[in-house]
């Protein structure tokens, strides 16, 4: 019985198929380009409107609808998550084309202050790493940078006492918020059962107190000034070990040695978003204030009894020691609405007869959490 020739293979030596497949993905690529573009341009002379009008080119609230809207509509496969981040970076290029962003954060490159920023603005920004909370509201207060990215609240930890204490000094807005899950990572460049020290912030430290007490109890623990500082020293330093992100780690060559290693599931850090103005009404909004009260009884009962009274829902409420003052505080609230909202307008009116002090600190849309 004579044999068939065998099926001789493509010119590529590719399976029957494989060349039309790529073909496609090269049209649509050459499609995507052109429509991006086309998408810049409009983004362009919206800009351009904006800038003849005096208003700001960025638009944090525009820019988280557009991010929910695109993920809502999303039939996959790909998730939601994926087509926001490919959507924050065309949204970032778009921007800068128009407009050269200078965004503080806590440094250096790839703390989680600097992946919440990354989360908010993309990539086609200048971050300007700085060395403290303060400092990233002195840079925005002073006009260096546009804006800064400072950690507002922890899910573990609770509030983050230097932001509310600069809150409570510096007349800066905030325009956006940023939830951030807390993914933290044990790296090092040696074996575990080498490590004699783990470096971190103290914070990430004590969120992961329990399993370090578990997994390596003879180590020391040692306070740095950042996640990424102890990557660094991690990878300088003999049988030394951090804790930090993972993109922390691939930047100064770590291992990952154990993953997701905090204590509580569902870790998250709220970051704000500080600038000089506030974020338009978008529909799903949150409004925070800061206010002092007389001392005296009933005092913060009758104040915090005006949101109630209006039907508006607190989210986050803090109070905060006012320095060189005996007994004398300050407090943070958060409410669902806006600012422009009648309900929110009359609730601030309200605080505004019974407290000594009011500040909007800003409005903004409510962001679901990232990373």
């Given at each position: 019985m004579a044999k068939h020739p065998a099926k001789p293979p493509s010119a590529a030596g590719k399976p029957a198929g494989l060349a039309a497949l790529r073909a496609q993905i090269d049209r649509i690529d050459r499609e995507l380009v052109e429509r991006m573009n086309e998408r810049a341009r409009l983004a362009g002379q919206i800009g351009a409107i904006k800038q003849s009008n005096g208003q700001q080119t960025y638009d944090p609230s525009r820019e988280e609808t557009v991010l929910e809207r695109v993920a809502a509509t999303n039939p996959g496969p790909l998730s939601g998550d994926s087509v926001k981040a490919v959507f924050r970076e065309l949204i970032s290029g778009s921007r800068a084309i128009e407009q050269h962003l200078r965004v503080a954060?806590?440094?250096?490159?790839?703390?989680?202050?600097?992946?919440?920023?990354?989360?908010?603005?993309?990539?086609?920004?200048?971050?300007?790493?700085?060395?403290?909370?303060?400092?990233?509201?002195?840079?925005?207060?002073?006009?260096?940078?546009?804006?800064?990215?400072?950690p507002l609240e922890n899910s573990t930890d609770g509030r983050i006492a230097d932001t509310l204490d600069n809150f409570s000094r510096l007349p800066v807005k905030i325009c956006a918020e940023v939830p951030l899950r807390i993914h933290h990572n044990l790296l090092a460049a040696c074996d575990r059962s080498a490590i004699q020290a783990v470096y971190s912030r103290p914070q990430a430290l004590s969120q992961c107190r329990n399993w370090l007490a578990r997994h390596l109890p003879d180590a020391r623990l040692v306070e740095v000034t950042s996640t990424s500082a102890a990557a660094e020293t991690a990878a300088k330093a003999l049988h030394a070990a951090a804790i930090a992100s993972r993109q922390a780690g691939v930047h100064h060559g770590l291992d990952v040695l154990a993953e997701n290693i905090e204590d509580v599931a569902g870790n998250t850090t709220r970051f704000a978003v500080i600038g000089h103005a506030d974020a338009a009404r978008t529909g799903r909004d949150k409004t925070a204030l800061m206010f002092e009260i007389e001392h005296r009884p009933g005092g913060l009962a009758d104040a915090l009894a005006i949101p109630k009274k209006q039907r508006l829902n607190l989210t986050w409420i803090e109070s905060f020691p006012l320095p060189g003052e005996e007994r004398g505080y300050v407090f943070f609230v958060e409410l669902e609405g806006h600012r422009d909202d009648l309900r929110v307008r009359r609730a601030i009116q309200a605080l505004e007869k019974r407290c000594t002090r009011v500040v909007i600190l800003g409005s903004y849309a409510s962001a679901a959490a990232v990373g």
């Open positions: 954060h806590l440094g250096p490159a790839w703390t989680y202050s600097h992946l919440a920023a990354l989360h908010r603005f993309g990539s086609s920004v200048e971050f300007v790493p700085v060395a403290s909370i303060s400092a990233a509201f002195e840079e925005v207060h002073a006009g260096h940078s546009h804006y800064g990215v400072v």
